[in-house]
């Protein structure tokens, strides 16, 4: 199975070494990771930009999954081209996979960012607006896009030291899709 590599990983200092960490994992499992920092794009183009979508959709197309990392990412919540790339995925009714390295609630995170207060039975954020509140770790359409294409979201007990390379959740979500081709 060829899976898709989602997640703001790409822009970390070592992006590469994750990635190939990330795929040996893969291989490791009898998978076949694609990782997007793998295209080969002319990052000093004019449409550097536009190479990139177009070279990561053509990516996700000839994946059979996706894995994506939707620890959150400056802010309260995942990384917002993660998530399209999830949602591309289940939208083309692709085996979808996800992990968050931060357990925390949805909620809980924000609070973080800005003060939230109970108002009327709901909660607020410092602009009165209303703070999802499901229990879930991020947005419900997320978290339950993955449940429906695929398996529940992975997270850890307890979030790791380093949340950007600690692959054990990823890991675990690369078994269940090994264990997806395997039935």
Known sequence: MKIYLAGPDVF?????????????????????GLYPLDNKIDLTAPDASRQIF??????????DAIIANLTPFRGAGADPGTVYELGYMAG???LCLA???????????????????SEDGRLVDA??????DFGLVDNLMMIHA???????LVTPAEMPIDVWHDLSAFEACVRMAAARVSQ
């Open 54 to 63: 177009c070279g990561n959709e053509a990516m996700m197309d000839r994946a």
């Open 127 to 132: 602009q009165g607006l209303t703070v999802e």
């Open 99 to 117: 992990y968050s390295n931060d357990p925390a609630t949805y909620a809980d995170r924000v609070s973080r960012f800005m003060n939230v207060t």
């Open 146 to 152: 993955v449940e429906l294409h695929g398996c529940p």
């Open 12 to 32: 970390l200092p070592d992006a590469i070494e994750i990635g190939r960490r990330k795929a040996d994992i893969c291989a490791a499992h009898g998978q076949s």
């Open 92 to 94: 083309r009714g692709k």
